[in-house]
């Protein structure tokens, strides 16, 4: 199984920033996409931002110009630099893993939608 775990959350003054790590580990010989949700008091869970193996990237109008989202393959860990936030910005922030390869052999072992238990993001105005 796949295991993710978040850190980097605190409380931060508006303006400030932040940055979130989250490390996968596992049986992991390869994550497509890895990315980060959040989810604010009272609110559904939303999409913040998610990055791909190869790069690519995409963002919330939310959060756009404003968050940068980076991964690191070789450690299976991605992060999200959030730079001007804002008090909606205050959130548990979840990381996430999709279609997650178990083996270099064989392609039809992978396993779907793995999620971290969260850190929670504090903005004060």
């Known amino acids: 199984q796949v295991q993710l775990v978040e850190s980097g959350g605190g409380l931060v003054q508006a303006g400030g920033s932040l940055r979130l790590s989250c490390a996968a580990s596992?049986?992991?010989?390869?994550?497509?996409?890895m990315g980060w949700y959040r989810q604010a008091p009272g609110k559904q869970r939303e999409f913040a931002a998610d990055?791909?193996?190869?790069?690519?990237?995409n963002y919330a109008d939310s959060v756009k110009g404003r968050f940068t989202i980076s991964r690191d393959n070789a450690k299976n860990t991605v992060y999200l630099q959030m730079d001007s936030l804002k008090p909606e910005d205050t959130a548990v922030y979840y990381c996430?893993?999709?279609?997650?390869?178990?083996?270099?052999?064989?392609?039809?072992?992978?396993?779907?939608?793995?999620w971290g238990k969260g850190t929670l993001v504090t903005v004060s105005s």
């Open positions: 996430n893993a999709d279609r997650v390869y178990y083996s270099d052999h064989d392609p039809t072992r992978f396993g779907l939608d793995f």
């Open positions: 596992g049986s992991i010989f390869s994550i497509v996409t």
């Open positions: 990055i791909t193996s190869g790069g690519i990237t």
